[in-house]
């Protein structure tokens, strides 16, 4: 299943029920989200950042958020996660 921004637009409550539903597929069937909002993607298995159409870094949410140089972990701080 791909999910394209299925939060971008929602209000926090909506967001955090979508959330949950993919929580509930996680297992069950793949999953491909794309997202800005980085919320979204905390449990995922594989986070793939990308820049100007490239793959620059790829991991788990840790894994990325541990890296200080890491572009993930810029973007998480600007989003305060």
């Given at each position: 299943?791909?999910?394209?921004?299925?939060?971008?637009?929602?209000?926090?409550?909506?967001?955090?029920?979508?959330?949950?539903?993919?929580?509930?597929?996680?297992?069950?069937?793949?999953?491909?989200?794309?997202?800005?909002?980085?919320?979204?993607?905390?449990?995922?298995?594989?986070?793939?950042?990308f820049s100007?159409?490239?793959?620059?870094?790829?991991?788990?949410?840790n894994d990325?958020?541990?890296?200080?140089?890491?572009?993930?972990?810029?973007?998480?701080?600007?989003?305060?996660?």
């Amino acid at each position: 299943m791909i999910f394209d921004e299925a939060t971008s637009s929602l209000d926090t409550e909506s967001e955090l029920k979508i959330q949950q539903s993919i929580r509930g597929l996680k297992g069950k069937m793949t999953l491909v989200i794309i997202a800005h909002r980085l919320s979204t993607v905390i449990d995922s298995d594989v986070i793939y950042v990308f820049s100007k159409g490239k793959i620059v870094e790829y991991g788990t949410f840790n894994d990325l958020y541990s890296i200080d140089s890491s572009v993930f972990k810029r973007m998480c701080q600007v989003q305060k996660i």
